[in-house]
Each structure stands twice: as C-alpha cells, then as structure tokens.
C-alpha cells in the first residue's frame, strides 16, 4: 500500500487555472498506476485523469484539452493541471493508487480498481 496526500484545493474563477499535487509514499509507488478522481456531495465519484509508469495517460472527456496529469518519479509527486475552469469542475478532488500496475484505462481511469486513496483537496469553481 502507499499513502497520499493532496495539495493545492482552493477556490477558482470560472476561466482560471488551478494545480493540484499528490506526494505518493510507500512500497514500490514508481511502478503503480495514479490518477485524479472527483467527487459532488450525492453524485458518484468521476474520474479525471490517470498516468501509469510509461507515462502513458488518460482523461475523461470533460476534462480533454483542459487537463495535464503529469508525475515525478523521483519527487514521488502525481500532478493535475486543470485551465478554462468550468463550474462542473467543482468537487472533492481525490488523488488514487493502482497497486495492479496494468496502466490506464479509458476516461481517465486507470486499467483496475484503485486500492489506495488520499483524503482529498476541494477544488470550487464560481462565477
């Protein structure tokens, strides 16, 4: 298991910027899928984005064009990028692991079921 903290939550302008971080420790998080999940208070939980360790990434099609996931391997940090703010961009925004190292999935999840979860930055986007 690895643990996962974010940073970076705030609130935005409709049309700004944010970037959120994660720093990743644990067992062997270099090889784990990562990926950006959020949720709204009575909705299911979205995903954004996930990179696995070939940098391979996938994002959901709400986000495409507007979001950079990105890693560093050596800082242990998971990275999202979000720009042109929309208010459906609010929510609790969850850094996750995918300890099963299959790579991404489609629309912005990773390949298998996240294991790990932090607790969670919230993003506010208002007009």
């Known amino acids: 298991p690895v643990t996962l903290v974010e940073s970076g939550g705030g609130s935005v302008h409709v049309g700004g910027s944010l970037s959120l971080s994660c720093v990743v420790t644990g067992d062997r998080p270099g090889g784990y899928c990562l990926g950006w999940v959020r949720q709204v208070p009575g909705k299911q939980r979205e995903a954004v984005a996930a990179i696995d360790s070939d940098g391979d990434v996938s994002y959901a099609d709400s986000v495409k064009g507007r979001a950079t996931i990105a890693r560093v391997s050596a800082k242990r940090t998971l990275y999202l990028h979000i720009d042109n703010l929309r208010p459906e961009d609010t929510g609790m925004y969850y850094c996750?692991?995918?300890?099963?190292?299959?790579?991404?999935?489609?629309?912005?999840?990773?390949?298998?079921?996240?294991?790990?979860w932090g607790q969670g930055t919230q993003v506010t986007v208002s007009s």
């Open positions: 996750a692991a995918d300890s099963a190292m299959y790579g991404v999935g489609k629309s912005g999840w990773c390949y298998s079921q996240y294991t790990d």
